[in-house]
């Protein structure tokens, strides 16, 4: 399958400081790539979709303006948590997919977030 | 939407023996059931996926069933390693519109040696 490389593995921050997250397709064109949340032994949680060059799209109850998404180039896109909090301490994860829509996505490695 | 029910949430076998994950779909339009393995602090890695044209597919000892009338699909899992140990989930993804997949809960596999 397709590479995607997720940066940084795990972070830990301050509360108030912005912290970002870098996904990464290696080996493909991602013109779609998702963001998601993870709680402890939960099932994924679906954060935004964006697109190559357009705005991303949030789920419901996601703020846009605490969680930025920027996707830039089609090898690159990066979640911003800002003005962190400990309740934003979760497990971080990105998917990429080239191509046609049907084509299958491919999970990064996931970052784990702690805010201190 | 979609919605995926999958059980159980926990399953424990001992080593050789065969696992089986259980998962049940709402959306007549969902039409591709990829199926996940994470293991501890890792991203998700696809291991097996079938679509709504097949009724079974096997990769080694991995094997799928998905039944559409009953909005069902299965993994199994024959002779366990230890190594299979990880939480598996199970997706149901619409074939068209967004292509968004919906994750079931998961289910953490246990394989004792």
């Known amino acids: 399958g397709a590479v995607v490389s997720q940066h940084p593995s795990r972070v830990i921050c301050k509360s108030g400081t912005s912290v970002k997250i870098e996904c990464r397709s290696l080996?493909?064109?991602?013109?779609?790539m998702f963001w998601y949340r993870q709680f402890p032994k939960q099932s994924l949680m679906l954060m935004a979709t964006s697109n190559e060059g357009s705005k991303a799209t949030y789920e419901q109850g996601v703020e846009k303006d605490k969680f930025l998404i920027n996707h830039a180039s089609l090898t690159l896109s990066t979640l911003t948590v800002t003005s962190a909090h400990p309740e934003d301490s979760s497990f971080y994860i990105c998917?990429?997919?080239?191509?046609?829509?049907?084509?299958?996505?491919?999970f990064g490695q996931g970052t784990r977030l702690t805010v201190v | 939407g979609e919605n995926v029910e999958q059980h159980p949430s926990t399953l424990s076998v001992q080593e050789g023996d065969s696992a089986v994950i259980k998962c049940t779909y709402s959306?007549?339009?969902?039409?591709?059931f990829p199926w996940y393995k994470q293991e501890l602090g890792k991203g998700p890695q696809l291991i097996i996926d079938i679509r709504s044209n097949v009724g079974e597919k096997k990769d080694q000892r991995i094997a799928v069933t998905l039944n559409k009338t009953a909005k069902h699909f299965s993994l199994h899992i024959t002779e366990t390693q230890p190594e299979d140990s990880a939480v598996y989930f199970c997706a149901a993804r619409e074939g068209g519109g967004s292509y968004i997949p919906t994750f079931g809960r998961g289910t953490s596999l246990i394989v004792h040696p």
């Open positions: 959306d007549s339009a969902s039409n591709y």
């Open positions: 080996d493909f064109q991602a013109t779609t």
């Open positions: 998917s990429a997919r080239g191509g046609r829509k049907d084509t299958e996505a491919f």
